[in-house]
């Protein structure tokens, strides 16, 4: 009886220690080199705090497209990566409502939601509203540019 139990709280304590993805981690897993970028310009940390924030995350086909782009211009890179970030949880129906939001970067990005679709910039939603422990994570299909 006595290692049943034991055998039981074993196998059980992953389930105690498990948690919820941050929108960071939704992130790399949705868009790699997505992910890393954000790690490398220190936005990630920002990102595993306790939010809320909506991130757009371009699909891993959309990142690669931009290249090395930015590789010699961290600044740019970063202002680039804090474009597709903003401070809050929005939903599906709150972009319905919605003509812009403002990013971390502090520019304002134009969210169009028609015949079903939703836009944000000149992106479109591929897969919406992915939750995260901490806000929620949009897959677009085009790295926005500020």
């Known amino acids: ?5 034991i055998l039981a709280v074993l196998c059980l304590s992953p ?3 498990a948690r919820a993805a941050t929108v960071a981690e939704v992130a790399s897993s949705q868009s790699p080199a997505f ?5 490398s310009s220190g936005l990630a940390s920002m990102l595993k705090g306790s939010g ?3 991130l757009f995350v371009p699909s891993a086909e959309a990142y690669a497209k931009l290249g090395e782009k930015f ?3 961290p600044e740019r890179l970063k202002a680039v990566l804090a474009y597709h970030i903003v ?3 929005v ?3 709150g972009m319905q409502q919605m003509i812009s939001a403002k990013t971390v ?7 169009a939601a028609k015949d079903g679709k939703i836009e944000i910039g000149k992106a479109k939603v591929l897969q919406a509203a992915l939750a995260a422990s901490n806000g929620l994570v949009y897959v677009i299909d085009a790295v926005l540019m500020p």
Do not use: H, I, W, Y
């Open 15 to 17: 389930l105690a220690t």
């Open 1 to 5: 009886m006595k290692r049943l139990l």
């Open 91 to 93: 939903t599906v129906d």
């Open 105 to 111: 970067n502090g520019s304002e990005l134009k969210v």
């Open 71 to 73: 590789q010699n211009d």
């Open 87 to 89: 401070t809050g949880k």
């Open 35 to 39: 992910g890393a970028a954000l790690e």
């Open 52 to 54: 809320p924030f909506t």
